[in-house]
């Protein structure tokens, strides 16, 4: 994959953002990690993603703190970049953390309440290792279904999945071929 400046650039800012955010000495910062930095396209405005561990309080308590420390962050960032716009910081909290903790909560009491529910002959089937397991042919069956799903849009444009041979021109020159 190659860089574009504006993503070398995020790169950039998203390792000094994170060490000048650890440097801050605000009580009010819980246990923050720094995520992402998206610059906007004329790279005035950069969202600064985080997540924060611990309770609500804890994740409004490091929101507040991180916004009033942006102007900050903004002024201790400007002698190590070079760029000629300094980009105003806006930090907002990552939901995708969020929601993937919610989702694996999800999937834990599913997977507890199909135990539950199975009979002591079907226990000795359920697989306990479900991380790597369930991972694995979840992958396999999305490739099957892409796979699948590749093959059944073959069909409809009225093809089939291999291609066909390509024959040449019935009016083509015999000297090309190297036959003489």
């Known amino acids: 994959m190659t860089w574009d400046r504006i993503q070398r650039q995020e790169a950039i800012l998203l390792e000094k953002i ?17 995520t992402a930095a998206k610059l906007s396209r004329d ?27 942006a102007p900050r962050v903004r002024e201790m960032l400007a002698p190590s970049l070079q760029s000629r716009v300094l980009p105003e910081l806006r930090f907002v909290m990552d939901e995708n953390v969020v929601k993937e903790s919610r989702l694996r909560t999800l999937i834990e009491e599913v997977t507890a309440e199909r135990v539950d529910r199975a009979g002591p002959d079907e226990l000795m089937d359920v697989d306990t290792d479900t991380d790597t397991d369930t ?42 071929d190297g036959s003489s």
């Open 18 to 34: 994170a060490v000048l955010v650890q440097r801050l000495n605000d009580p009010r910062l819980g246990f923050v990690t720094i």
């Open 43 to 69: 790279k005035r405005y950069c969202t600064v993603q985080f997540t924060v561990m611990g309770s609500e309080s804890e994740v409004s308590k490091t929101t507040r703190a991180l916004a009033a420390a």
């Open 135 to 176: 991972a694995a042919e979840a992958e396999a069956e999305a490739e099957a279904e892409a796979a699948a799903d590749v093959e059944a849009g073959a069909d409809e444009l009225g093809g089939d999945s291999e291609p066909d041979a390509v024959e040449a021109p019935k009016d083509a020159d015999p000297g090309l």
